[in-house]
């Protein structure tokens, strides 16, 4: 497969694009993370969500360590070739790393944010400290 679709989207000066995760069955956001060309290119390969962590700086497959993984269903890329959209199935049905299905679980009331949604596992459940 050539990599000529790569250039069709419009990198960041810092070689990122921001990619927007929708569960491809319900259409709730899950989560907004980043990815560069190889991250990209592997998401498209192995048919499941890479991404690049800008705080550990390195490649990040979703779900590696939690085993959430996001198995992508269709990929699309908006008007002005700058942001991604990853339909995909949420493996675990959880997308954040807090144990809620979406990263988007705080709601402005007022002048106040409110955790509208539940904790579905408890991180320390999810992520376990290696010895």
Avoid at 39 to 54: I, L
Avoid at 87 to 109: D, N
Avoid at 110 to 125: C, N, Q, S, T
Wanted: one cysteine or more; aromatic letters at 8%.
């Amino acid at each position: 497969m050539s990599d000529i679709w790569l250039n069709k989207v419009c990198w960041a000066a810092d070689g990122l694009v921001p990619v927007i995760a929708q569960d491809a069955s319900t259409g709730c956001v899950l989560m907004m993370a980043w990815m560069n060309r190889e991250a990209f290119k592997r998401t498209v390969q192995s048919g499941e969500a890479t991404y690049w962590s800008r705080s550990r700086k390195k490649l990040w497959h979703k779900g590696e360590e939690s085993g959430n993984i996001q198995r992508v269903q269709e990929i699309r890329l908006d008007c002005d070739g700058d942001v991604v959209l990853l339909k995909v199935e949420q493996a675990g049905g959880i997308a954040c790393h807090t144990g809620r299905a979406s990263c988007f679980f705080s709601r402005l009331e007022k002048d106040r944010w409110v955790e509208i949604d539940p904790v579905l596992k408890a991180p320390d459940e999810i992520y376990q400290k290696k010895s």
